[in-house]
T-cell receptor, first 113, second 114 residues
Framework: EPEVTQTPSHQVTQMGQEVILRCVPISNHLYFYWYRQILGQKVEFLVSFYNNEISEKSEIFDDQFSVERPDGSNFTLKIRSTKLEDSAMYFC???????????FGPGTRLTVL | AQSVTQLGSHVSVSEGALVLLRCNYSSSVPPYLFWYVQYPNQGLQLLLKYTSAATLVKGINGFEAEFKKSETSFHLTKPSAHMSDAAEYFCAVSLIQGAQKLVFGQGTRLTINP
């Protein structure tokens, strides 16, 4: 069964460093999302991406964040200068069509020291 | 704006007992509703979804949920709990199935006692 994959599973970085979280959505899916879950809190929407552009973003998704679909298969989330409060589990999700279900990847745990 | 409230951050039941996880939503238009499960150190897996068809929705692993518009609720139930049901459960709402962001509740951690 097709699945969303994410790498790495765990990333440790120093405050102020740039990180790139990678996702491979399900092939032929059209809509892509990033969510995050701070430890012990609910899953929060960050950004949605469709037709090679951001379709919606939350207040969390400030100028430090960016997304890209560089090669038609990967979907990346970049944090330019990480802060301690960026420590969280980051989930990627993809959807095939407007009436389909969001499928989530296993997540990348980001730890900022 | 949509929102989801899950009553009870922790629920503990005995193996074989009824599982009831509560979810209430707020939405200005008819919503699409979802329950996701998160096992330890894993991602989110869809349990079931309501998309304006039947109000009683059956999902995987013996779970079901009933959409009650008058109560703005979408509670998740399972007649008989199994040890493997121990996990975190999230209720979520969206205005458009699939294409729009999901708004999640706080989550309910389900513990199963032997």
């Amino acid at each position: 069964e097709p699945e969303v994959t994410q790498t790495p599973s765990h990333q440790v970085t120093q405050m102020g460093q740039e990180v790139i979280l990678r996702c491979v959505p399900i092939s032929n899916h059209l809509y892509f999302y990033w969510y995050r879950q701070i430890l012990g809190q609910k899953v929060e929407f960050l950004v949605s991406f469709y037709n090679n552009e951001i379709s919606e973003k939350s207040e969390i998704f400030d100028d430090q964040f960016s997304v890209e679909r560089p090669d038609g298969s990967n979907f990346t989330l970049k944090i330019r200068s990480t802060k301690l409060e960026d420590s969280a589990m980051y989930f990627c999700a993809s959807v095939g069509g407007a009436t389909d279900t969001q499928y989530f990847g296993p997540g990348t745990r980001l730890t900022v020291l | 704006a949509q929102s989801v409230t899950q009553l009870g951050s922790h629920v503990s039941v005995s193996e074989g007992a009824l599982v009831l996880l509560r979810c209430n939503y707020s939405s200005s238009v008819p919503p699409y509703l979802f329950w996701y499960v998160q096992y330890p150190n894993q991602g989110l897996q869809l349990l079931l979804k309501y998309t304006s068809a039947a109000t009683l929705v059956k999902g995987i692993n013996g779970f079901e949920a009933e959409f009650k518009k008058s109560e703005t609720s979408f509670h998740l139930t399972k007649p008989s709990a199994h040890m493997s049901d121990a996990a975190e459960y999230f209720c979520a709402v969206s205005l458009i199935q699939g294409a729009q962001k999901l708004v999640f509740g706080q989550g309910t951690r389900l513990t199963i006692n032997p």
